[in-house]
């Protein structure tokens, strides 16, 4: 836990920071969506769908966009799909769950608010689709430009079914997302 402290405790304390912020421009997006004529339940839906999905969402990618310093003889790229998974399971079921559940987590949030936003990425493939692209895009800048950081073909996977779960999690609110607010309008 202390090495997790050294390498992000500026994430941490940065994104509760800005739980406040947050708030409060939410409540400003809602309060300018109701002004504008989108229905109160859309304009909660969507203002607090986009909170979730940035806060939900940075601080993850901003810690896996962070430097760490690696064990000698760690290997890096993991291209074989479930090579990497497989040998994350072979650690201590603690560190299983850490970096399992972390890879979740990822872009958990995105999936979750994504779909309730947004009426194109309201279907599982296209959650898992959303998930795994920018999870690959994450894989690839930590690739070229991030010291210490493993590129894992199984961080894609996980990733992408974490962003499809927060997708599912949310699909009650999928239905709810009406016609665009243009169309919603009356007519002159």
């Known amino acids: 836990m202390a090495q997790a402290w050294e390498y ?40 607090l769908a986009e909170a979730a999905m940035v806060l939900g969402t940075v601080p993850w990618v901003w810690m896996i966009l962070t430097p760490v310093r690696v064990p000698e003889g760690t290997v890096l790229v993991y291209l074989v799909p479930l090579s990497d998974l497989r040998v994350q399971l072979a650690e201590p079921l603690p560190w299983v769950v850490v970096q399992v559940g972390g890879n979740l987590a990822v872009f958990f949030a995105l999936g979750a608010g994504a779909a309730v936003r947004f009426a194109a990425l309201a279907s599982p493939l296209r959650l898992l ?13 930590q690739f070229g430009f991030i010291g210490g950081r ?28 009406a016609t665009p607010v243009l169309a919603a309008r009356p007519h002159p």
């Not at 199984?154 to 949310?170: E, H, K, Y």
Request: hydrophobic share 55%.
């Open 8 to 47: 992000w405790h500026t994430v941490w304390i940065t994104t509760a920071a800005l739980v406040p912020l947050t708030l409060l421009a939410t409540g400003a997006l809602i309060a300018g969506r109701v002004r504008s004529g989108v229905p109160r339940g859309r304009a909660w839906r969507w203002s």
């Open 129 to 141: 689709m959303l998930g795994a692209g920018c999870s690959l895009a994450v894989e690839l800048i």
């Open 150 to 177: 493993v590129f894992s073909v199984d961080d894609v996977l996980v990733n992408a079914v974490g962003c499809l779960l927060g997708g599912l999690l949310t699909h009650r609110w999928w239905a709810r997302r």
